[in-house]
């Protein structure tokens, strides 16, 4: 059952040199998990359930600790049972409001 985003961020720490890399690897875990995802510039958003969306976190961090001796994760959740297509609705729905206006 599909029900929850999630926002994340994860930032390697104790690293001397540019993070992007081992960002780029847990984001490259999100877009091959085959579930609802976007990337900005501070979070990575993804839906799905709750243990899907739990585990590629998990995975994500782990692919992270790979790289630098500490992670530091930040996980926002909007959990809805039953709903699917939040990821897109939610932005559709603001921008039907300003295009209103």
């Given at each position: 059952?599909?029900?929850?985003i999630?926002?994340?961020?994860?930032?390697?720490?104790?690293?001397?040199?540019?993070v992007?890399e081992?960002?780029?690897?847990?984001?490259?875990?999100?877009?091959?998990?085959?579930?609802?995802?976007?990337?900005?510039?501070?979070?990575?958003?993804?839906?799905?359930?709750w243990?899907?969306?739990?585990?590629?976190?998990?995975?994500?961090?782990m692919?992270?600790?790979?790289?630098?001796?500490?992670?530091s994760?930040?996980?926002?959740?909007?959990?809805?049972?039953?709903?699917?297509?939040a990821?897109?609705?939610?932005?559709?729905?603001?921008?039907?409001?300003?295009?209103?206006?």
């Amino acid at each position: 059952m599909v029900g929850m985003i999630a926002a994340f961020s994860i930032t390697p720490l104790g690293v001397d040199v540019s993070v992007s890399e081992p960002v780029a690897e847990a984001v490259r875990l999100v877009r091959q998990s085959g579930l609802p995802n976007e990337a900005n510039a501070m979070f990575t958003n993804v839906e799905g359930d709750w243990d899907q969306v739990m585990a590629l976190i998990k995975a994500c961090v782990m692919k992270v600790a790979e790289a630098t001796p500490r992670v530091s994760v930040v996980i926002k959740i909007d959990h809805r049972p039953g709903v699917t297509g939040a990821l897109e609705n939610k932005v559709e729905a603001v921008e039907e409001r300003l295009r209103g206006r």
